[in-house]
């Protein structure tokens, strides 16, 4: 049994079994295409950035987008998510106008050749967001900031309506390494992701997923600790989506680097699954298909031994 107390008035007292947590179904509507999340989705990482941690660079002209697109696609990528601001810490600020710049170049060409695939697109502007969906049919909105660097997100959002990813990040990209003193970590962020949730739901967005924020604004202990206790986040009633993939959590604990952290991924990506995680964010979109494969044949034979001992 675990017990936990927070502040928000959405969730004053809670107590959970821990073998519950996995049994609710939820289903998220992309643009009339209803996702059902009671097996694990995998989301692929699209940065058309200079400066992205891993792949900064690799995919800013027409000819490599479509043909990564088409890979993850190949691969078994769930969604396709599309980012053109780089949100990893100390990068370079860029305008609205030359983010929507780089981003319609690949919208555009995604649409022109594959009008089927569901994109979600990485920002935190209202703006963007706004054209992103009215424009290139987009589905999903994911914001690094759960609406706090742009005020007018949670309106449009609920205008749009269309699901919304909302991250916890202390501060902005520039400055969030300098804001890991937490009291509680778990606890802190439930609460702030569980404040975003109430008032989103009373805006009107029905379907909400969470992230946790690896990385941002976390120290690589802290970062641990979020993985260790993935499953409390399942308090906030909505899907969990674990974004782990390459990030220093892991090269830097293991004294490598980014272009060397696949194994790594893929350990905790399982561990993510195992606790709790419903949507996996990826750059090696075959590897998180394949893990997902493992933990669910392994989900299936323990559930045929747990009934066959009833």
């Known amino acids: 049994m675990l017990i936990f107390t927070f502040t928000t008035p959405l969730t004053p007292i809670v107590e959970m079994d821990k073998d519950t947590l996995f049994v609710k179904k939820r289903i998220i509507n992309c643009g009339g295409k209803c996702i059902d999340l009671s097996d694990p989705k995998v989301i692929g990482i699209l940065n058309i950035t200079p400066d992205s941690f891993f792949d900064g660079g690799k995919y800013m002209d027409k000819n490599s987008i479509l043909k990564r697109i088409e890979e993850m696609t190949a691969e078994g990528a769930d969604i396709i998510d599309i980012g053109a601001y780089s949100s990893r810490p100390g990068a370079v600020h860029i305008s609205e106008k030359e983010e929507l710049q780089r981003l319609t170049t690949a919208l555009g060409v995604v649409r022109d050749k594959h009008p089927e695939i569901i994109l979600s697109v990485d920002t935190f502007r209202s703006g963007v967001a706004r054209v992103a969906v009215n424009e290139y049919n987009v589905s999903i909105i994911n914001d690094v900031s759960a609406g706090k660097l742009d005020r007018k997100m949670h309106e449009m959002v609920a205008k749009l309506q269309v699901p919304y990813i909302l991250m916890h990040m202390p501060g902005n990209p520039r400055n969030m390494q300098s804001k890991t003193d937490y009291k509680d970590l778990i606890n802190e962020i439930i609460d702030i992701l569980a404040d975003q949730v109430s008032l989103l739901k ?87 298909v394949q893990t997902i494969r493992l933990f669910l044949k392994t989900k299936e034979e323990g559930n045929k031994y747990l009934n066959l001992h009833k």
């Open 202 to 288: 009373r805006k009107g967005v029905n379907d909400l997923i969470v992230d946790p924020g690896f990385g941002f604004g976390k120290t690589i202990e802290q970062n641990y600790q979020l993985l260790a206790h993935l499953e409390v986040f399942k308090i906030l009633d909505c899907p969990v989506l674990a974004g782990i993939s390459r990030k220093s959590m892991i090269y830097k604990f293991l004294d490598t680097t980014a272009e060397n952290s696949l194994t790594g991924t893929i350990a905790l990506n399982m561990l993510a699954l195992v606790h709790g995680a419903d949507i996996l964010r990826v750059h090696d979109v075959k590897e998180a």
